[in-house]
Nanobody, 124 residues
């Protein structure tokens, strides 16, 4: 089993920044890829970004490219999502996910473990 705990969400004004963290524990050696997804009320879960633990291959959604940056700290088993120039449409619950496969997937079904989510609210 792999446990994921997100932190760092909150309320921020448009144009502001937040950094989300996702701490992984348990059988983390079995995971290859970590991803961030978000889900706004009434909408489907949306891919944001993903990173491979080994080699650091990154895939970022076009909707956040240039504003959001994913990174990892292998020693701490922690993945980060730095979010800059936030917009009201970025408001959502943000979820961290882990994948037991080498491919950097962009679909929610590609991932095997999920955190509980952290709320990000961007006011205009």
């Amino acid at each position: 089993q792999v446990q994921l705990v997100e932190s760092g969400g909150g309320l921020v004004q448009a144009g502001g920044s937040l950094r989300l963290s996702c701490a992984a524990s348990g059988r983390t050696f079995s995971t290859y890829v970590m991803g961030w997804f978000r889900q706004a009320p009434g909408k489907e879960r949306q891919f944001v970004a993903a990173i491979r633990w080994s080699g650091g291959k990154i895939v970022t959604s076009d909707s956040v490219k240039g504003r959001f940056t994913i990174s990892r700290d292998n020693a701490k088993n922690t993945v980060y999502l730095q979010m800059n120039s936030l917009k009201p449409e970025d408001t959502a619950v943000y979820y961290c996910a882990a994948r037991l496969d080498y491919g950097v997937g962009q679909m929610a079904d590609d991932y095997d473990y999920w955190g509980q989510g952290t709320q990000v609210t961007v006011s205009s």
